[in-house]
């Protein structure tokens, strides 16, 4: 008996936390009648700042930070001051629905949504869309290439394509034979079908297609069959653990194979791991990161760059982030919400949406803008506007994504950083059709 | 297939490293039935430690022993100040448990902040290489293999071959006709967790040297590994704990090279599985119901 009363309580408790997530659903700042005076309004970060995924909160954040800086200086968005809450997803789906949930239910002057990241996007992008919030994701995820998602924007190159520079560059540096090592998981699996599709075209052999589980102690019968296939190089996305101890035991086995590596080589922790176990001169040898790329230039980025000098420290790391894509880009995001509000005269986020888009297109009957001080005051001027902002020209498709070029790094064990070494243009890449 | 030799030689060390945790896990299991999941970081600490000396110019091996002794002194410690305490007050099985995750998380952030977040790495051997068998071992792989082989030679001439043996094992069978017996039960007690505290050192540090790059967070990945190996192997038994981390190690790297490597430890458990539904006591040891813990 006693049993089964706690049992209807239980039931009755998550019926009524259901119903409240439910009701929660339109946000904070759906439905406000008035937008001036209303509090401070939230970016929601919905990322992975915990586990192995936890790297691309932190790009999240150090774009987040220096947008509400600057827009806050300017004096807020419609009289608003503005601010960045983190909603840990720890990278899977499982964390990130509870997480996307709460962030909708109990945050007030919700205006719009930083993420979410590959890993969570497909369980958490229906629940944003559903509450009507713009979210500005980092999935790399190809099923969302075309996504009709009003709400849905992606300012970096999606994972196929980001694919393809991997595997014309692999060609372009005379190579053949290709092994393929990511670690299991949807952020770095994301790439690999595109991967095995575009090697054939590029007239590349996958000699080996390996998923590895990540954080295992050894690696050893991993390195011997791939070795056993004699690849000419090893394409690759890792964390820093796993890679550290895979091509660490693949340099004791004598396999001093060429790597070409996605983006998560440009982390200074990934770095770290991998010259420690490979020594910095081997990796600075046999290592091409590719990397999505805009130039680091123009006033847009000046004032980005600007700012997170002036805010280095406490979670903001100005000499990691500086020329980050996803971070440049998040702090646009943010620009670019803070000007569609301006725009429209509302934090609603059903008003103000069509306006972002609207924001970053340009036309022959705007005035281009660089900062959101120069943005609010061409709208003051009545002016229509476009934004190129710290990520330079965004060229948004139909969509709300951006194709993109990419570069290609080396590893300089004097400074311990990467170096520009050349570009992979978007043309190249666009060639590389999959039928 | 010519993969084959070089993988069983694989299945060996991984079984080495597990077989050294997965023993002293199940030691001081078996004696006080506490599920310790703080063992994890009782590892990582030690094999920090061993970081520590190491990286003052002393050998990882003197590093080691430094880390075995501190992982000793650590279990005792946990055990006097903080189980036996709870276990006084009236905890238990179920409490405990949750204690010991509390513990996981303070060693571990204590770890992290003393640390810091970055990656590590000994100053050790690299680069020599022996074939044996047809088999190419790294110096540390050897080494490793060769510790795990002592320890548990060591360990089984504990367990057989001594009065404290005895006395463990009548305690791990039955503490309370133990007690009637005779036994120094409290006594014995302090050695099970000094004895686990040290193989959870020198299995961190050998975790740590294969790994290449470690951080704090290297052991806590391992610890569902270690408690699959003692659960297969009949929880409490030290002989059970080497088999299932041999029988462990041998399908994660077989699984490897045949199947996907993406599932290898997921393999495990599907053995794990399939031996329990089988055998629920474990391949070798009596089944450890309604057991009470120890002080």
New interface residues.
Partial sequence: MTTRVTMARLSATATLVALVAGCGGGGGGGGSSSSSGVGTLVFGELMPFTGDQATEGGQVTNGCQPAIAVINKAGGVLGNKVTCQEFDTRGDAVDAVPAAQKMLATTTNLVGVLGPSTAEAPATEPLLQQANMPMFSVAGDPQFDKSTDPYFYRFTPADDLAAKALALEAKNLGYKRVAVVFTAGDSAQANVPSLQAVAPILGLQITDALSITPNQPSYRTEVAKLLANHPDVIINEGDPQSDATFFGQLKEAGGNIPMVITAVATFSDWQNAMSTAMGSAVLADLMTVIDPYTPTEGEGWQVFNDTLKGLHGNGVDYKQYNADIYSRTTYDACIAMALAMTASNSIDPKTYNPHIADILTPGSDKTTVHTYQEGLDALKASKKIYLVGAGGELGLNQYHSVAGAFETQHYDPATKALVHVGVIPNDELKALSLG | M??IL??IG??L??AS?LALAAVGFTLQFGVTNILNLAFAEVMTSSAFVAYWVNSRGISIWIGMLVAGLFGAILSLLINRWLYRPFIRSGTRLFGLIIVSMGLALIIQNGVLAITG?????YDQP??L?FDVAGI?F?YT?LAILLIAVVAMAAVHLLLTRTRLGKAMRACSADSALARCSGVPTARVVDIAWLLSGALAGIAGVT?FM??????V??SG??LVVIIAAAILGGVGDAYGAMLGALIIGFA???S??FL??????AIAFVILVVVLLIRPQGVRAAFAAAREVQT
């Fill in positions: 010519s993969l070089p993988t694989f299945s060390i991984s490293i977040p970055g990656f590590f790495t690299h680069g290489a190419r790294t792989e975790l294969n790994t290449t790059a470690f951080s967070t290297t990945d391992f994660t790297e077989f490897a090279l996907n490597s993406a599932y290898k430890t």
